[in-house]
């Protein structure tokens, strides 16, 4: 794998994962309009191994929080509404349903999902909702209003971030929208979510990788550099969103949204790629 593909599949997957566009959606667009091979399973690894440290690092405090308060201790950390006690628990229970989706339907979302039928149909489709969400009537601006309901509902949306082109920002933001939560503290359980299930995504792929025989040789340098590129726009792209949220609407990653599945439905159509 030339380092140049690694450089531009980490870059994506670094933007995209974060912003409510969907990376399973550019990953499998990108590289098939360009030519490029597959770049294997251990590619996979390092861009989840690079995103998922992009979460834990800048939400770090945070997690010291939410875990203390979680396990009973009385830490007042640097978000006020993050010292419920009980939303660590509603972190677990919201993951349930997207690891029972992974374990369900994952060899459909690796094959026949990643038509550009339907990542064009749920970017569009997803589009449509995250903008009528996000005029729904704010009345939740911090995460220590939610309840376990909410936590549910949010849980079952991320499950359906396994067909490429939903994206799992975009979905759990946009249910928590329709939840009346405020835009930010929408995006910061969206990604604090994502941890659990982008680190069993990675621990999954790395076994697999290491039943396979490990790194391919000449590969550790295009994989380094996956997963310290990954991380790295990961974390810009983190603080930038949550800084836009904070003054502007979902409308720009709607109109994206929406463009970008029409762009990807006239290639399957006029240009037989991806059908």
Known sequence: MPLYQAIWLAIIQGFTEFLPISSSAHLTVVPTLMGWKDPGLGFDVALHAGTLAAILIYFFRDWVQLIANGLGFSYRGHRPDENSRS???????????????????QKYAETAWRSFYVIAAAEIILGLFMYVADRVGREKDGLNQMNLFDAIAIGVAQALAIIPGVSRSGVTITAARFLHFDREASARFSFLLSAPIIGAAAAKDALDLYKEGGVPPGMQMPYLVGILVSGLVGMLVIAFFLKYLRRHSLNLFVAYRVIF?????????FFRIGG
């Open 87 to 105: 939303l660590l628990w509603f972190l677990v229970i919201a993951t349930i349903p997207a690891g029972l989706a992974g374990l369900k339907f």
């Open 261 to 269: 599945g029409i762009i990807v439905i006239a290639l399957a159509v």
